[in-house]
């Protein structure tokens, strides 16, 4: 979806306001389009030190797109900063699958940077929030 693309241009350029704007025009349009909410979260934890909201956002991919191990790992370590409760037994980040990859539309460099892996190749590294200084 272009609203989700604009998303990702505005986050590189380091306009995070207009970059959560064009995220949220993206989910009001189209609620369970999956790749709003990941790049949303990603925004929300990295960049705007929101970590109740890139949580919300991560689980509501995970509802919509089905269990990512990656993104179930970011979800644990945000329920322990935010103090959120553990999830009931039977939830198992360490074995959940992804069910769905679409690397067009999801922000390849986030997902690299949200994972610890260095800037994507091509271009300067995007501006650091305060977990992650340079």
């Known amino acids: 979806m272009a609203g989700n693309e604009l998303g ?34 990603v925004l929300y934890d990295l960049y705007l030190a929101q970590p109740q909201k890139a949580l919300d956002e991560f ?19 945000l329920r322990k900063r935010v103090g959120a409760p553990a999830p009931p037994a039977g939830d198992d980040p360490e074995g959940a699958r992804m069910k769905q990859r679409d690397g067009r539309e999801l922000d390849g ?11 994507a190749a091509g271009g300067a590294a995007p501006p650091r929030c305060r977990r992650h200084p340079r």
Do not use: C, D
Request: hydrophobic share 45%; proline share 3%.
């Open 109 to 119: 460099a986030i997902i690299r940077r949200r994972s610890g892996v260095g800037a």
């Open 59 to 77: 689980e509501r991919y995970i509802e919509i797109a089905g269990e990512n191990k990656q993104v179930a790992g970011w979800v644990v370590e």
């Open 8 to 41: 990702i241009v505005e986050r590189r350029l380091g306009k995070f306001a207009e970059a959560e704007a064009a995220y949220q025009r993206t989910i009001a349009a189209e609620p369970n389009y999956a790749p709003a909410h990941l790049n949303l979260g």
